[in-house]
């Protein structure tokens, strides 16, 4: 049974950071990239950032380069997005996403609430 589950979200002030985790079972991880997105109330899901297979390649949206720091250890099977220097506009609710890297089957974890507010 494929599971992603997301981890590590709260409430926090403005410049404080959270470690998001999204713990993986049931696939092979290493075969699958992995991405985080981001939904706030009102809006479009966002894309947040991701990381290739292996780990080696990694890419932001603009509105978190520099501040959000996405990662994965295969060997536990699970990703992690390092959000630093948080801002309100950074409330959302944050989810994990794993796409196979032939076959572009998709999975999704159903989110942790992150707040940022002072």
């Known amino acids: 049974q494929v599971q992603l589950v997301e981890s590590g979200g709260g409430l926090v002030q403005p410049g404080e950071s959270l470690r998001l985790s999204c713990a993986t079972s049931?696939?092979?991880?290493?075969?699958?990239?992995m991405s985080w997105y981001r939904q706030a109330p009102g809006k479009e899901r966002e894309w947040v950032a991701d990381?290739?297979?292996?780990?080696?390649?990694?890419k932001y949206a603009d509105s978190v380069k520099g501040r959000f720091t996405i990662s994965r250890d295969n060997g536990k099977s699970t990703g992690y997005l390092q959000m630093d220097s948080l801002k309100p506009e950074d409330t959302a609710v944050y989810s994990c996403?794993?796409?196979?890297?032939?076959?572009?089957?998709?999975?999704w974890g159903k989110g942790t609430q992150v707040t940022v507010s002072s």
């Open positions: 996403n794993a796409k196979h890297v032939r076959t572009g089957v998709t999975y």
């Open positions: 990381v290739s297979a292996s780990g080696g390649t990694r």
């Open positions: 049931g696939f092979t991880f290493s075969s699958w990239s």
